[in-house]
């Protein structure tokens, strides 16, 4: 599969406040159905220690690229 993005580093944004809705919900599941390079996703799993995390993408060259700290 050809690199589309070549795989820079993505800086998420938004993610104050996301994580000030994922602050006020429940302990539980949270499942990340866009998880890309992955920036957002280790954000929200140092962050919201009440949730467990699930995350996926269809595009496996962006997954398998990513350099997550959960790795």
Known sequence: MNNRVEYKEHIGVMKEEVINILTSLPKGIFIDATYGYGSHFDYFLNNCHHLSFI???????AVINSKPEHK
């Open 55 to 61: 995350g996926f993408d269809r595009d496996a060259d």
